[in-house]
């Protein structure tokens, strides 16, 4: 080859160049750089990281932790409240019947009296006796109508639970600890005695 008429230079792995060209088949050099396709290579390994899994296990654990106490509590103030409500329904009703049985015994007094003048007096004749009988009468209907009753044990074994026995006395053809006169009638308020009956008792 004739000096002058081309530039020959030699390249590695025998690529020649022309006037300063690189020829294309020309191999990369060994260090270069590998294209980027958006995948990791094959030797890299992501790194297994279960914190994020581990926390959000705890937070849900919490979560119905939580919520269990708040279901509790609820389920104990309803109850506490039902309670209550039961409570006072009973404090209020046992308040009424101490009322009812207050007011019921101070008019009992009455009752007794005006039984004592309808005893002595002359229904017949008309005029005062006619007008106590009927305050009389009314007066009782309104003591049945609030549960209030009264009982005459004349001829019943004592009971000191009903009776209260004022004397005693011998009776012929009496057995022993018969009642046998009422002195003043009992009463019952709701089936409870009100008043014991106060009688005589055979002895």
Same mark, same amino acid.
Do not use: C, W
């Given at each position: 080859?004739?000096?002058g008429d081309a530039h020959e230079e030699r390249l590695p792995d025998g690529a020649v160049a022309e006037d300063g060209a690189v020829a294309e088949d020309a191999a990369p050099p060994d260090d270069a750089a590998p294209p980027d396709d958006g995948a990791p290579p *094959? *030797? +890299?390994v992501p790194p297994d990281d279960p914190a994020p899994l581990d926390d959000a296990?705890?937070?849900l654990a919490e979560v119905e932790r939580e919520r269990g106490e708040y279901l509790a509590l609820a389920q104990r =103030?309803?109850?506490?409240?039902e309670n209550y409500r039961k409570r006072t329904a009973r404090e209020l009703a046992a308040a009424g019947a101490r009322a009812k049985a207050a007011l019921t015994r101070e008019l009992l007094p009455v009752v007794d009296n005006l039984e004592r003048a309808l005893d002595s007096a002359d229904i017949g004749d008309g005029g005062l006796a006619e007008g +106590?009988?009927?305050v009389h009468s009314e007066l009782i209907g309104a003591l049945e109508r609030s549960g209030v009753e009264s009982f005459e044990p004349a001829g019943e074994p004592f009971d000191? =639970?009903?009776h209260e026995a004022l004397s005693t006395r011998p009776e012929d053809g009496a057995t022993s600890g018969l009642v046998l006169e009422v002195v003043e009638k009992g009463y019952r308020l709701d089936g409870a005695v009100l008043r014991p009956?106060? +009688?005589v008792v055979s002895a």
């Amino acid at each position: 080859m004739i000096a002058g008429d081309a530039h020959e230079e030699r390249l590695p792995d025998g690529a020649v160049a022309e006037d300063g060209a690189v020829a294309e088949d020309a191999a990369p050099p060994d260090d270069a750089a590998p294209p980027d396709d958006g995948a990791p290579p *094959d *030797d +890299v390994v992501p790194p297994d990281d279960p914190a994020p899994l581990d926390d959000a296990g705890e937070e849900l654990a919490e979560v119905e932790r939580e919520r269990g106490e708040y279901l509790a509590l609820a389920q104990r =103030t309803q109850a506490d409240f039902e309670n209550y409500r039961k409570r006072t329904a009973r404090e209020l009703a046992a308040a009424g019947a101490r009322a009812k049985a207050a007011l019921t015994r101070e008019l009992l007094p009455v009752v007794d009296n005006l039984e004592r003048a309808l005893d002595s007096a002359d229904i017949g004749d008309g005029g005062l006796a006619e007008g +106590v009988l009927l305050v009389h009468s009314e007066l009782i209907g309104a003591l049945e109508r609030s549960g209030v009753e009264s009982f005459e044990p004349a001829g019943e074994p004592f009971d000191p =639970t009903f009776h209260e026995a004022l004397s005693t006395r011998p009776e012929d053809g009496a057995t022993s600890g018969l009642v046998l006169e009422v002195v003043e009638k009992g009463y019952r308020l709701d089936g409870a005695v009100l008043r014991p009956a106060r +009688v005589v008792v055979s002895a």
